[in-house]
């Protein structure tokens, strides 16, 4: 079922390269990408909202089995867009040449995906000029004003002027690493999910195997046109039926749960450039700690798997502020001294150094996604109410 709702989304400001370098163009087709997925969401909700009514996504995501449709995903809108019964064709333009450049978008994406994609000056403009086309036959306002600032820039470096760096910096790298924390949170969700998916599918396939055995051994009894035989029959095809929608689901889950994971490393990529620039801008970064939190607890080590459920306290740790961030605020905890705070997350970023989303229990115990398992980074529990 699908879960669109109004969300906070990240800033609609575009952050302007003060140079031209292959990481700072990762982040000029990744900020540009971000936002064209949010206004075309946006639009397509309104329009098809008129013609459809309030549920039209609803019923979007039960046609194609997909489990929480994200209508702001470029991989999905590129994807739904470009199949030729997408109901989303009734609202976008039908000429040959918008196909053709959600087309070349497509492939940029999956060249980046796979990290193949040459980010150079040449390859990142044209990208930022196709979103521009785009924007201006959809009239999304935003984007033509943003993309537009972009193509202007790229051109004055290109042209040899210089820049300061982008105020914003700061603030977009925390949006980047809460969007990461987020995509972590859907990938615990999503394992769940699958898990039980798969779970069901062995049982269904198990009663499959056993009607199978029984319809054969009434066979050979000569009893075929019994009503045992026939409620077997019946049973045995509505297992069959539920076991293909079962295998329909789980493929659907996997092919999600790995574009998600692609997605996931090319962020962590992103924010590890950008926290280097940071790192350069700010003499004193990373902040220096002065006394040692002991946050060990003596029945796990730090570091090691963490085998019981994650707490439901959400923390992001930032690689970009080095510091310990509210999952809903992006501000700093208020209820640990900076100090402490900021040794903490120190010790953290020395077992996860991409950072990322931190689930902390009742006792404090705090542990973090690092592949598909739990690992423990220590007990905050000084801290806690």
Known sequence: MSDFQTKKFMSNILSLPNELSEDKNHLVIFDCTKLFGQELGKFC?????????QDWLKNLSNLRQQYKINLYDMAFLLKEILNSDSPLRKII????SFYNKLTILKRVRNENQH???????????????????????????VCVEEFNLMIRRLNDLEAGKSFQVDPNLVSKLGEIEMQKAEMEDQLIEKNSLL?????????VQKII????????????SN????????????????????AQELRDQVHELNAQKESDEITEKEIEKLIAALAGSLSVINEDF?????????????RNAVGSFW???????????????????DSKTSKPLEYIPEESRIEIAEDWLSVRPSGGRVFVDDDGNASTLIGESLVYLGNISDFLD
């Open 45 to 53: 909700d309104l329009r098809m909202s008129e013609i459809d009514g």
């Open 93 to 96: 333009p039908k000429s040959t």
């Open 115 to 141: 990290f193949s994609f040459k980010h150079t000056n040449s390859a990142t403009k044209e990208v930022v000029e196709v979103y521009f086309e785009l924007s201006l036959e959809l009239q999304l306002s």
């Open 195 to 203: 898990l039980d998916k798969e779970k069901k599918l062995n049982q």
């Open 209 to 220: 195997s056993e009607s199978n055995s029984k319809i054969e051994n009434l066979t050979k």
């Open 223 to 242: 009893e075929q046109k019994t009503s045992a035989f026939n409620k077997l029959n019946e049973d045995l095809e509505k297992s069959k039926k539920e």
């Open 286 to 298: 990373p902040k220096q700690q002065t006394r040692k939190t002991q946050l060990d607890n003596p």
């Open 307 to 325: 085998d019981k459920p994650k707490g439901k306290r959400k923390i992001t740790l930032s690689v970009g502020r080095r510091d310990l961030v």
